[in-house]
């Protein structure tokens, strides 16, 4: 199944989708591998564990830099980060969250150890932000089954984007009804999970994954460990 659309502003369909080396020109060590069904990405463990390695050295406070970002989600896995209660505690002596929806930094800094991305790529902003995630993290988490295969949002995707607008916009308005074209981000025909934008490290499902699993991840990578989130989850969990 080909995940590029003509259509779409932000994938033209001569072009490779931004950040996204083929699988052709190969990875070297042993890939993470993506959920079935996914396209590979170009990580690989080797380059999750190094950058976590050097990461609390790198830092000058010693602690390791996260970023957080909700694209299309619908925030239950940030909610699921939250759930880590007093847990969060344990993790502030080594993480610093330098930017995320839960904290009042608004720009994303330069250089991140740990980004973790929940959400599909719906929309110009969505891919901005993956994008920007993408250049300045060493490490790029997707958390949950959105970021990981599109989940809910992309329920549209068999629908025609005029279709999906008319029955929001117009269809089931009860006042004002009419699409709007100011001031938001235009939406791409299909839904992508992230890895079909840019590549990821570490691909974490669940709707959303517990935070148990979140926990395991960030303690392992903390530790300079690769996780296996396979041992974990499931999808829909
Ligand atoms: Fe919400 Fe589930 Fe998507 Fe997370 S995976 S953003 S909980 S719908």
Same mark, same amino acid.
């Given at each position: 199944?080909?995940?590029?659309?003509?259509?779409?502003?932000?994938?033209?369909?001569?072009?490779?989708?931004?950040?996204?080396?083929?699988?052709?020109?190969?990875?070297?060590?042993?890939?993470?591998?993506?959920?079935?069904?996914?396209?590979?990405?170009?990580?690989?463990?080797?380059?999750?564990? /190094? &950058?976590? /390695?050097?990461?609390?050295?790198?830092?000058?406070?010693?602690?390791?830099?996260?970023?957080?970002?909700?694209?299309?989600?619908?925030?239950?896995?940030?909610?699921?980060?939250?759930?880590?209660?007093?847990?969060?505690?344990?993790?502030?002596?080594?993480?610093?969250?330098?930017?995320?929806?839960?904290?009042?930094?608004?720009?994303?800094?330069?250089?991140?150890?740990?980004?973790?991305?929940?959400?599909?790529?719906?929309?110009?902003?969505?891919?901005?932000?993956?994008?920007?995630?993408?250049?300045?993290?060493?490490?790029?988490?997707?958390?949950?089954?959105? &970021?990981?295969?599109?989940?809910?949002?992309?329920?549209?995707?068999?629908?025609?984007?005029?279709?999906?607008?008319?029955?929001?916009?117009?269809?089931?308005?009860?006042?004002?009804?009419?699409?709007?074209?100011?001031?938001?981000?235009?939406?791409?025909?299909?839904?992508?999970?992230?890895?079909?934008?840019?590549?990821?490290?570490?691909?974490?499902?669940?709707?959303?994954?517990?935070?148990?699993?979140?926990?395991?991840?960030?303690?392992?990578?903390?530790?300079?460990?690769?996780?296996?989130?396979?041992?974990?989850?499931?999808?829909?969990?």
């Amino acid at each position: 199944m080909s995940l590029n659309h003509p259509d779409d502003p932000g994938f033209p369909a001569d072009q490779p989708r931004p950040g996204v080396t083929p699988p052709s020109a190969g990875t070297g060590g042993n890939p993470i591998p993506a959920p079935d069904g996914m396209l590979a990405t170009t990580a690989t463990p080797t380059t999750a564990t /190094a &950058a976590m /390695a050097t990461a609390a050295t790198a830092a000058p406070t010693g602690r390791i830099k996260v970023a957080t970002a909700w694209l299309d989600g619908c925030s239950g896995c940030h909610m699921s980060l939250l759930d880590l209660d007093e847990r969060l505690v344990d993790l502030a002596q080594a993480l610093d969250i330098v930017y995320s929806p839960l904290v009042d930094a608004k720009a994303l800094p330069e250089r991140v150890d740990i980004g973790i991305l929940e959400g599909a790529i719906s929309n110009e902003d969505d891919l901005r932000q993956a994008q920007a995630f993408r250049q300045r993290c060493r490490v790029l988490i997707s958390l949950g089954d959105c &970021a990981v295969n599109g989940n809910v949002p992309a329920m549209r995707n068999p629908f025609k984007l005029e279709a999906v607008l008319d029955q929001a916009y117009r269809e089931t308005a009860t006042l004002q009804p009419g699409i709007p074209t100011q001031r938001v981000p235009a939406l791409f025909r299909q839904v992508r999970p992230i890895h079909a934008c840019v590549p990821v490290e570490v691909f974490v499902p669940g709707c959303p994954p517990s935070a148990d699993t979140i926990f395991y991840i960030l303690s392992e990578l903390i530790a300079g460990r690769t996780p296996d989130p396979s041992a974990v989850t499931r999808f829909g969990a």
